[in-house]
T-cell receptor, first 113, second 109 residues
Framework: DTAVSQTPKYLVTQMGNDKSIKCEQN?????MYWYKQDSKKFLKIMFS???????INETVPNRFSPKSPDKAHLNLHINSLELGDSAVYFC????????????FGPGTRLTVL | GEDVEQSLFLSVREGDSSVINCTYT??????LYWYKQEPGAGLQLLTY?????DMKQDQRLTVLLNKKDKHLSLRIADTQTGDSAIYFC?????????FGAGTRLTVKP
């Protein structure tokens, strides 16, 4: 059974387009996250979402917006895609906010042409 | 910036013990993790340790943490062919989570 799933696995799109990446967790967790993996394999946190409280990393451009239709889903919407947005994006979830172990999805490789 | 390093490859024979090592630089790390990634799959959490612990054992897995040297290791006892995968070390503080590049473990029959 998949605990944290993301779709699509791969996404190739043109610069300037708007795209969404979906994330679902079936672990009953209260907190979900989005990370961007940089070229050195480091994961930089973009958003944390816990009980309708959104914590945004201030370095994230406002073209990125998370949308949570319910506790089990946190989708990432990106407007006006730029070349520098090309990366692997990971969704994760945990019971408690930041103090608990996070379980990761398989990642979505986004390529902007 | 902060860094997490691990050796890229490890090869062992089935039944032997495997030891995967990791070093990190962030002195404010609160949690340290080991994740396993099988081909085509996502990251699977294997085990984690709080930064104020020295050791944690979970069945065939033993995690050792030397906080002074910022060294983390994962020992897999009685390694099986099903243990062949990439193992990622990771550390987190209150802001970020950083992963190493992964160690590819190959278990030979």
């Amino acid at each position: 059974d998949t605990a944290v799933s993301q779709t699509p696995k791969y996404l190739v799109t043109q610069m300037g387009n708007d795209k969404s990446i979906k994330c679902e967790q079936n672990l009953g967790h209260d907190t979900m996250y989005w990370y961007k993996q940089d070229s050195k394999k480091f994961l930089k946190i973009m958003f944390s979402y816990n009980n309708k409280e959104l914590i945004i990393n201030e370095t994230v451009p406002n073209r990125f917006s998370p949308k949570s239709p319910d506790k089990a889903h946190l989708n990432l919407h990106i407007n006006s895609l730029e070349l520098g947005d090309s990366a692997v994006y990971f969704c994760a979830s945990s019971h408690a906010y930041r103090t608990d172990t996070q379980y990761f999805g398989p990642g979505t490789r986004l390529t902007v042409l | 910036g902060e860094d997490v390093e691990q050796s890229l490859f490890l090869s062992v024979r089935e039944g032997d013990s495997s030891v995967i090592n990791c070093t990190y630089t962030d002195s404010s790390s609160t949690y340290l993790y080991w994740y396993k990634q099988e081909p085509g799959a996502g990251l699977q959490l294997l085990t984690y340790i709080f930064s104020n612990m020295d050791m944690k054992q979970d069945q065939r897995l033993t995690v050792l943490l030397n906080k002074k040297d910022k060294h983390l290791s994962l020992r897999i006892a009685d390694t099986q062919t099903g243990d062949s995968a990439i193992y990622f070390c990771a550390e987190s503080n209150n802001n970020d989570m950083r992963f190493g590049a992964g160690t590819r473990l190959t278990v030979k029959p």
